[in-house]
């Protein structure tokens, strides 16, 4: 029964207790962190294959001490593979994850061009973890679309926070880095930025807008994306991962002129005076730091490179029944270790050895 032993996504290697991972978007910002993450975590891998477009074919990139190449998407490639990370864009997403499923491997999209497929799943174990959700064994599991990073963030603080205080309202202000849009994004902040300093005409192929010391409530009209959809993504994650735990927040995106890391602004109105000492020791806790009002205050910056959210807590001077977060992350870290974690769980629940 080589076709079922293949759908239900039991290779050799998996058989020993080590897996076969193929990234797709190798040379994007989310791909190298996964590969990154994979490694710190020491992902039980037999091979991990790098995979991505013409652009960056042959180029060489380390995996575990070793020098390996991107080599390109094609069909063969995903052979006996366990896990797919899809770090691309969507379309390259959208185009490839029906043969990748055929191929019996399981599915991380940190994409989110998969979120509305009918077995698709939005997940962060983080949040799985706290609210105490378990996943049941699936045989031929729907692909695993991680989180949007500010989703998971608001999702944990709130859920801590109802568990001790109930809170009436929140209302977070998602301020979006330029990685959010990949290496072009990145390079088109950048190249905005030294263009203007030279009095030259800005490039616009991304966001359609200056966003060069600047802060856009909306992008042009010919950019890809919007920051309304950015916002409606997020608010949908956050409803799917907490389900009726946790408050919904009213929210609004904005871009900024900054190259990575989430901040957040999250105002709180709580059924009752709540001193900012509970509300803070309510939040602390695994992945979520804490910042007293002492130290150096959170930022973007700190944030870099790290696993935690870093918030601090502040007193609404207008009412003793409100308070200020201040949430700051490394928004591709979070994104990485969300997909990774994914794939840990589900390599849980999947089967060891031949199916006969």
Not at 112 to 139: F, S
Not at 244 to 270: E, K, T
Not at 292 to 312: C, F, K
Request: negative net charge.
């Amino acid at each position: 029964m080589s076709s079922n032993f293949r759908s239900a996504g039991v290779s050799t290697t998996a058989a020993a207790g080590l897996y076969r991972v193929a990234i797709v978007g190798a040379a994007s910002l989310k791909g190298k962190e996964v590969a990154e993450v994979l490694e710190q975590r020491n992902f039980p891998t037999a091979d991990v294959r790098l995979l991505d477009d013409d652009e960056t074919l042959g180029q060489l990139e380390a995996v575990k001490d070793e020098i390996t190449f991107i080599q390109s998407v094609r069909a063969e490639q995903f052979e006996n593979v366990d896990f797919t990370f899809f770090a691309s864009d969507a379309e390259c997403t959208l185009a490839n994850w029906k043969q990748v499923q055929h191929a019996g491997s399981a599915i991380v999209d940190l994409s989110y061009a998969l979120e509305a497929e009918p077995k698709a799943t939005v997940r962060t174990p983080w949040l799985e973890r706290q609210l105490g959700k378990v996943a049941a064994p699936d045989l031929q599991p729907g692909p695993a679309v991680i989180a949007h990073p500010a989703a998971v963030v608001l999702a944990l603080l709130l859920s801590r926070l109802e568990a001790a205080t109930p809170v009436a309202r929140a209302i977070a202000t998602v301020f979006e880095p330029a990685s959010e849009h990949g290496q072009k994004g990145m390079d088109e902040l950048h190249q905005q930025t030294v263009n203007l300093l030279s009095f030259q005409q800005l490039p616009k192929q991304v966001f359609d807008a200056q966003v060069a010391f600047n802060m856009i409530s909306q992008f042009g009209q010919q950019s890809h994306e919007s920051l309304a959809a950015v916002a409606g993504r997020i608010v949908n994650h956050y409803r799917k991962i907490t389900g009726n735990r946790a408050p919904v927040p009213s929210l609004r995106a904005f871009q900024v002129p900054v190259f990575h890391g989430h901040a957040i602004s999250l105002h709180l109105q709580l059924e009752s005076a709540t001193a900012v000492e509970r509300i803070s020791s309510s939040l602390a806790g695994e992945h979520v730091s804490v910042i007293s009002s002492a130290e150096e205050a959170p930022s973007n910056v700190s944030a870099a490179g790290q696993g935690d959210i870093l918030v601090s807590v502040t007193p609404d001077a207008s009412s003793a029944n409100s308070a200020w977060i201040w949430a700051v992350s490394d928004n591709l870290r979070i994104a990485a270790l969300t997909a990774v974690e994914c794939a840990e769980a589900m390599a849980a629940t999947r089967p060891r050895g031949h199916i006969q």
